[in-house]
Structures are given as C-alpha cells and as structure tokens.
C-alpha cells in the first residue's frame, strides 16, 4: 500500500517564476491539505482539497493556488515566487468523514528560490 | 485564534530515562490534539492524537499524551526513552469550530544520548 507520494523531491527556481508541485494520496484518502514548513519553523497550512474543490484556505496570498484531481491526486502551484517562498511544501492526505483527523504526509518537495 | 505552543525549542535526555515533552494551546471549541514526528530530510510522521473520552492516550513506539482541560496541555511522554527517539516532534491542533485547518506548534528537538 502506497503512502503519500509528492514530486518532485527538490526544486531551484529563481524570483518571479512559477512552479507546480505534485502529490499523490494514500490510497483510499479521497483529502489533501498543503502545508509549508520553512527552517526551523513548524508547518503553515495553505489550503485543503476535498471533491475537486479548496475546502478552507490558510492565510496564503492568491499566488497559492491548487487543484486536486478526480482520482484525489493534487497539485500545488505558486505564481511570482519571491525569496520567502523557499521551503520544504508538505503534502497531506486523509479520508473525510469519520476518523479523518488524522492525516498522512509524504516526504516533501524542497523548494529554494534564488 | 487558534495557536499551539512548545515552551522547548530542545529537550536533552539520558538513554533509559523518561522523556516529556510540553505543549500548551489556545483554541475557541473543543480541541482535537496530535503529535507528529519529523526525522531528517522525512515528512511528518502521525504518533497518536486525543480527540475526545479517555484522557491518557498511548500512540506508536511506547509514546503516550495527556489531555489536561484546565491546564490546556497535551504533553507527549515516553517511560524509557530510546537513542533511536531523537527527532523533531510537533504538537498539532484542530477544533470542532475551525473547520479542517491544521495548527502546528513549532517543534521542540528531542536529543537522547546513549
């Protein structure tokens, strides 16, 4: 049984670019929830997906933006990146519902903007 | 608001001692409490949560926690601590007000010397 994957691993973009990232949930998790996590801090929720659509959304400007897929994948995309963008994104995954307190959450992309 | 704390940024404990390892919230409604483990270079990784009835809950490897109401705390304990233990361990928080939005203490490190 596959956890939650994400992808890619690292990424180096300069300012002002844009950048997808990727996530997979565990099987049978139809929710995914974004996370931040810069150095030395803990995670900062972003935004959560649940049938398609953004279900609640941290205090993230409207660079952030998501998707999620009709087989739950999601992908998290960030527009004009500045330096304060570098971080490592978490992706998290859980099944709605009951006992969907707890989430699962795969190994991170590592995003450096230069 | 909702908010998380751990008074620790570090926590350095002998192999074979008890460990504990703090943390206090704030939250409007009923909390839903967990701890997370982060090794290096890993994502978070779930070790157990309190959502409602009994208030000692015992999670994964030997960990357990207390819900303390008039305290507002959820300490992660552990009888005998293990070399093995050192990592980076994150107190979380949801309530049944907030909706689905996750809220991460900052991290407290957990050194065990051998």
């Known amino acids: 049984d596959a956890g939650v994957t994400q992808s890619p691993t690292h990424l180096i973009k300069t300012r002002g670019q844009q950048v997808t990232l990727r996530c997979s949930p565990k099987s049978g998790h139809d929710t995914v929830s974004w996370y931040q996590q810069a150095l030395g801090q803990g995670p900062q929720f972003i935004f959560q997906y649940y049938e398609e659509e953004e279900r609640q959304r941290g205090n993230f400007p409207d660079r952030f933006s998501g998707h999620q897929f009709p087989n739950y994948s999601s992908e998290l995309n960030v527009n004009a990146l500045l330096l304060g963008d570098s971080a490592l994104y978490l992706c998290?995954?859980?099944?709605?519902?009951?006992?969907?307190?707890?989430?699962?959450f795969g190994p991170g992309t590592r995003l450096t903007v230069t | 608001a909702q908010s998380v704390a751990q008074p620790e940024d570090q926590v350095n404990v002998a192999e074979g001692n008890p460990l504990t390892v703090k943390c206090t919230y704030s939250?409007?409604?009923?909390?839903?409490l967990f701890w997370y483990v982060q090794y290096p270079n890993r994502g978070l990784q779930f070790l157990l949560k309190?959502?409602?009835?009994?208030?000692l809950v015992k999670g994964s490897y030997g960990f357990e926690a207390e819900f303390n109401k008039s305290q507002t705390s959820f300490h992660l304990k552990k009888p005998s601590a293990l070399v093995s233990d050192s990592a980076l361990y994150f107190c979380?928080?949801?309530?049944?007000?907030?909706?689905?939005?996750?809220?991460f203490g900052a991290g407290t490190r957990l050194f065990v010397k051998a």
């Open positions: 998290a995954s859980s099944q709605a519902g009951h006992n969907s307190y707890e989430q699962y």
């Open positions: 309190y959502i409602t009835g009994d208030n």
């Open positions: 939250v409007s409604g009923n909390p839903y």
């Open positions: 979380a928080v949801r309530t049944d007000t907030g909706g689905f939005k996750t809220i």
